[in-house]
């Protein structure tokens, strides 16, 4: 399986960016989807996860309300959509494919791991 991470850039405070993570081999529909992200000095953190069929979700408290996970599964896509940025979002983010149909919080849940990409948000 490999994940193909899109979508990253430079965004002033409060506005939107949406990243894109597409998979390609293995069978995307069974497994749960996460995002972490990674910010400088700092270890990396889960931040949303959904699982396989996109039925249940859950956000990290510091992104709860301002960021959305979705995933097509038709696409072999997961989608970040995040708002209201702030500075302390900068960071690489990586999307991660669970093992089981339902997500972990914790990284050692996750099999296959995309790239990354930087998200920096300007003040």
């Known amino acids: 399986v490999q994940l193909q991470a899109s979508g990253g850039g430079l965004v002033q405070a409060g506005g939107s960016v949406r990243l894109s993570c597409a998979a390609s081999?293995?069978?995307?529909?069974?497994?749960?989807m996460g995002w972490f992200r990674q910010a400088p000095g700092k270890e990396r953190e889960f931040v949303t996860g959904?699982?396989?069929?996109?039925?249940?979700?859950y956000y990290s408290a510091s992104v709860r309300g301002r960021f959305t996970i979705s995933r097509d599964n038709a696409k072999n896509t997961v989608y970040l959509q995040m708002n209201s940025l702030k500075p302390e979002d900068t960071a690489v983010y990586y999307c991660?494919?669970?093992?089981?149909?339902?997500?972990?919080?914790?990284?050692?849940?996750?099999?296959?791991w995309g790239q990354g990409t930087q998200v920096t948000v300007s003040s």
């Open positions: 081999g293995g069978t995307f529909s069974n497994h749960a």
């Open positions: 991660a494919q669970d093992k089981a149909h339902y997500f972990s919080t914790d990284a050692d849940g996750y099999i296959y």
């Open positions: 959904i699982n396989y069929n996109g039925g249940h979700t």
